[in-house]
């Protein structure tokens, strides 16, 4: 049912508390969503993701101590206080049964069209990654925070130069949480017809004359 599917859509939120930190993530359940993933829509870089699953303690506690320290850093340079779900994932990073690591072959070159084809070959990955965990009840989260230390995230993991870190996304099954529809704006009041800032009117689909358009 379509309805079905729109509350899937609608229901595939950030989970950072609330997940059994105790359960192993099977292989063959990640490497299924990720079959899913490669079949993504890809823009004029292709199919240049590259997926990078850790498991090893060390390396957790390792990217746990930089996406803390990132974080960290952020809300200081920002003045704002970090968020209650943050800490609690900051807190719980390095017990994750399984970090996925998102990467790209190459590198964003410096016009805003590039980038946008770079980036527009790996996201949609990442997304269909994220919803086919979510189907299977695994929670996780959407973070880039990584990519503020390329180099060490590099160093740590053995990755080669001209590949770029994108997202990583923290998994593990969901224990009691309630997904549900975030309070975000309508689709009305973000939504335009024809004209930046003209929004639909019972008389939109009027023609100069006034005549109903077919």
Known sequence: MIEDFDHFLKTTRSVRRRLDLEREVPDEIIEACIEAAVQAPVGLAGENWRFLIVKDQTIRTEIANHYADIMQ?????????????????????????????????????????????????ILPAAWSLMLSLRARDLGTTWTTLLSARQKEISALLSIPDNVTHTVMLPVAYTKNAVLKPADRLSAKDVTFYNRWGEQKTTNSHKNAKGEDND
């Open 73 to 121: 850093d952020l809300a200081h340079e920002r003045g704002i206080e970090i968020k209650s779900t943050h800490k609690s994932l900051m807190r719980n990073l390095h017990d994750m049964p399984c970090l996925i690591l998102i990467f790209a072959i190459g590198e964003p070159q410096q016009t805003i069209p590039q980038q946008i084809a770079f980036y527009g070959s």
